[in-house]
């Protein structure tokens, strides 16, 4: 069921705003654009980030500008079935959309336009046409319990877990990682990926589950002993938790993108674009970056330090799958990981 939450309560209680008042001015707070967005009074944002996170994140905005963020948490398959019914019924809603599925939306439903902020993006998280755009990173890499398994011990292919008979039943897989599976493929040909997976799946028996977060908790607390693959993002706000867990680096490692994107039916058109300049902005994903999200800005630092610098070593895959390309990825996971 959708959740829809105002800012106020849970967001004054995680962080507080007069220090960041007292600052200087933010610079994504285009002056041009202020008085017409706060007129407007407020803006929709449908995001499937966390509370804990998207809250006080949006207190910051809320601050800054006197504009109240009404904030909808639901997964990337309510928001995308959302907005799709609400389109069908010609209602405007909705203003700011962030999941890592925008470019997923019907390319009509979102607005063409170039946040100022956006000029310091990476290249890879810039939508095409302006559509939408990358306010975290999403690398995927395995991750493992630190309490249960060395370091040494670990796998440095795919192939290689097989070796390894008693970690069978003790491997998480999300049933959504298609980004993965089609990586998987283009690294070693459809024919030897198919092989190597079907051997995993009936040797190792990986356990399918619902959440990449309940599955980072999952390997942190021993439950598991590895995430075959698991957003990176995540396995860091696990281990900054102090749970045992950590990532390692096994080809191919996989990118896509914590994206926003503007309805092209706004309702609150300005206060829209002046939110998307603060979700590309430096303060907005230097916040981020205190639950472990990883930047798509160069000028902002990962946390902890230089935790991309393992991963950047080897080849990454930016994988940005439309709707018709997801729908076949998710029938040949279902097929490669059915129950041997």
């Known amino acids: 069921m959708l959740k829809i939450t105002r ?33 407007e009074g407020q803006v929709v944002v449908y995001s499937t980030t966390n509370e804990q996170e998207g809250l006080p994140l949006w207190k910051l905005f809320e601050d800054a500008t006197g504009i109240k963020v009404l904030y909808v948490r639901a997964s990337d398959a309510q928001i995308l079935s959302r907005v799709i019914i609400e389109a069908r019924a010609n209602q405007r809603t909705w203003d700011i959309a962030q999941t890592a599925n925008v470019q997923k939306f019907p390319q009509d439903f979102l607005l063409d336009w170039d946040p100022p ?45 097989v070796k390894h008979p008693e970690w069978a039943g003790r491997i998480a897989i999300d049933d959504t990682d298609t980004p993965w599976l089609a990586a998987v493929f283009d690294h070693y040909g459809e024919k030897r990926a198919r092989e190597i997976l079907e ?67 706004a309702p609150h058109p300005n206060a829209a674009k002046l939110a998307q300049n603060f979700m590309v902005s430096r303060e907005a994903q230097q916040f981020l970056t205190k639950f472990g999200r990883l930047p798509t800005r160069p000028d902002v630092e990962t946390n902890p330090k230089g935790v991309l610098d393992e991963v950047l070593k080897r080849k990454v895959s930016t994988v940005l799958l439309d709707a018709e390309e997801e729908k076949k990825w998710s029938r040949t996971f279902k097929e490669l990981f059915r129950p041997r």
């Open 7 to 39: 800012l106020v309560a849970l967001a004054a209680a995680i962080f507080s705003s007069q220090a960041f008042a007292q600052g200087p001015k933010p610079s994504w707070l285009d002056e041009s654009l202020l008085p017409a967005a706060k007129s």
């Open 199 to 265: 051997d995993f799946v009936a040797k190792m028996k990986p356990v399918v589950l619902d959440g990449h977060l309940a599955i980072a908790r999952a390997v942190g607390g021993g439950e598991y002993l590895f995430a075959l693959n698991n957003y990176l993002n995540l396995t860091l706000n696990v281990k900054l938790a102090q749970s045992p867990t950590d990532f390692w680096v096994m080809e191919p490692t996989t990118l896509f993108f914590g994206q926003s994107g503007i309805a092209a039916k």
């Open 117 to 161: 902020e956006a000029k310091s993006l990476m290249p890879a998280a810039r939508g095409a046409k302006n559509k939408w755009f990358g306010m975290y990173a999403n690398y995927n890499t395995p991750a493992y319990n630190t309490d249960k398994v060395k370091r040494e011990d670990l796998p440095a292919r795919l192939e290689d877990f």
